[in-house]
Each structure stands twice: as structure tokens, then as C-alpha cells.
């Protein structure tokens, strides 16, 4: 992945695992015009980069992602933005995109969350397959507290992780969740101990992204289409994709590893 950013930090490790890290430390990582743009732009590139199997979504510093950036020069910058044509016909607006993106990409994504995350910050991790949280880190929907209504797929993400009841509480109270709390409702699949969060994710996502990828992809599509379908229709999406497995490459590694007693060696084919 050659392309470089302003406002993100690219890596890929030998695993196969990139990570995106959110770099506008001094703002807690809080989403500006620049960084509504590049986060979609990120995501996409990383999920058609061969090398990339995993995605990590991370920030720098000791913030997740404030949300947005609702100092006046950025509020400045997004409304000269919202004028003309294009932004007229953009239906999912600046933060709109980045659940889009992350929801369209057929790697998994991780969301770790090593410190706040509120209002778009938090939509961007509940958009992401798997939420990884920082012990002792605080999460809030935010928006009320400054007038606002939710957006990033907020509403659309969180009452079907946590149930419609919690969400709506979660969300017109706009109070502070604890990682505790986040994992024992199931906002977040994980909570990790805050000394050795950054091994223990890269160690997470690697065990992830040594698994077949064609078969990683068809499972993030039935997982998305299940929230839709009907039992037949995800029943035959099941077939469908399964069938599509048994012609890859990928299945006689796993056959032949089995018997081995080894590891799989997954090329993706």
C-alpha cells in the first residue's frame, strides 16, 4: 500500500495484518473533513491491497476517536464542503462513508479501541466485525450532550449488538460506558489488560488473518445478508457460498494439514 495520508498511519506486518491508526492525537483522533476522507479512502485501499487480510483500526495516542471535530474551523470546512452538486447528492454525508466503507470491505476489520471513543468514533467501531476494547477505556454515543442526533450507523449498529431497549437508553442518556460494562453487553467481543493491549491485539488479528481468505470473505457476506434474509434465503446463501469454498485451493491445504498435524498454509486461492 503505497498511498500515504495526513491524518492515518499505515502498517502492514508479515502476518497480514494492516493497521490504520487514527493520528490526530492532540484532538483525540476527532474526525475533521481531511480525516472523513481518508478513513473510507484507507479502508478501500487496504481491502483490495493482496498483502492485507486483516484490517486493524486503531488511534494514536490515548484516544480511540472523539467523534467530530466540532471546533469552529472544522465546522467551517465541512460546511464550504457541503455546497455544490456532489455533496448535494451524497446521501451518507462525510461520516456516513466510513461505515459504508468498513461495512463493504470483505476483510475483517478490527476496531481496537484503545481509549475514548464517542458520537462517529464510536459508530466507526461499530461498524467494524469485531470490536477489541482497552481495560479501563470509556465509550459514549455522545450526541445529545451537544444537541445532536446520531449518526456514522449508530442507530443502525448498536440495537442490533446490544438489543433495541439498551440501545435506545444507551443512546438518549449519552452516558459513559465502561469496557466492563461494553463487554458484558456485548458492545465490544473482548476486553484486554490495558499493560499489553497492543501485543495482545496484533496477536488477536494475526490468528484471524491466518485463515482462508476467499472462505473469511464469504462468511463477513452471510453474516451482513443475515440481518435481512429469511431462513431460506440464508440457507440457500449458505450453500452458495460453501459450495464456492470446496472449489478453492484452500480446502485441500486444510484437508492435507489435518492430516499432518500442521498448520494450514492459506494462499487465498
Known amino acids: 500500500m503505497a498511498q500515504e495520508y495526513k491524518h492515518i498511519l499505515v502498517e502492514t506486518n508479515s502476518a497480514g495484518v494492516t493497521t490504520l491508526t487514527l493520528n490526530r492525537p492532540d484532538r483525540l483522533n476527532a474526525v475533521n473533513v481531511q480525516l472523513s476522507n481518508e478513513i473510507p479512502q484507507a479502508i478501500e485501499a487496504a481491502g483490495k491491497d493482496e498483502a492485507t487480510r486483516v484490517i486493524v483500526v486503531t488511534g494514536s ?4 476517536c472523539a467523534g467530530l471535530d466540532l471546533s469552529q474551523d ?9 455546497s455544490g452538486r456532489k455533496a448535494l447528492l451524497d446521501d451518507f454525508g462525510w461520516v456516513g462513508r466510513m461505515a459504508m466503507a468498513a461495512v463493504n470491505c470483505e476483510k475483517p476489520i478490527i476496531a481496537a479501541i484503545n481509549g475514548p471513543a464517542a458520537g462517529a468514533g464510536l459508530g466507526l ?12 477505556a470509556v465509550v459514549t454515543t455522545g450526541y445529545l450532550r451537544r444537541g445532536l442526533s446520531p449518526d456514522a450507523g449508530v442507530s443502525y449498529f448498536l440495537p442490533r449488538l446490544v438489543g433495541t431497549s439498551r440501545a435506545t437508553e ?8 465502561t469496557s466492563e460494562e461494553a463487554e458484558r453487553i456485548g458492545l465490544v467481543s473482548r476486553v ?3 499493560d499489553s493491549f497492543g501485543e495482545a491485539v496484533a496477536e488477536y488479528a ?3 488473518a491466518g485463515g482462508a481468505p476467499i472462505a473469511l470473505a464469504y462468511t463477513k457476506r452471510l453474516l451482513a445478508e443475515s440481518i ?20 478453492t485451493e484452500d480446502v485441500g491445504e486444510a484437508m492435507r494439514a489435518f492430516q499432518e498435524k500442521r498448520k494450514p498454509n492459506f494462499k487465498g486461492k
Do not use: V
Open 61 to 64: 495516542g490515548r484516544g480511540f
Open 74 to 82: 472544522n465546522l467551517s470546512d465541512r460546511t464550504e464542503q457541503r
Open 125 to 136: 467501531a461499530l461498524a467494524a466485525d469485531i470490536r477489541l476494547m482497552k481495560a479501563g
Open 170 to 177: 444507551l443512546i438518549l442518556s449519552a452516558r459513559d460506558i
Open 192 to 194: 484486554l489488560d490495558a
Open 206 to 208: 494475526a490468528q484471524i
Open 228 to 247: 435481512t434474509n429469511d431462513l431460506p434465503a440464508q440457507l440457500r446463501a449458505e450453500y452458495s457460498y460453501i459450495a464456492k469454498c470446496f472449489q
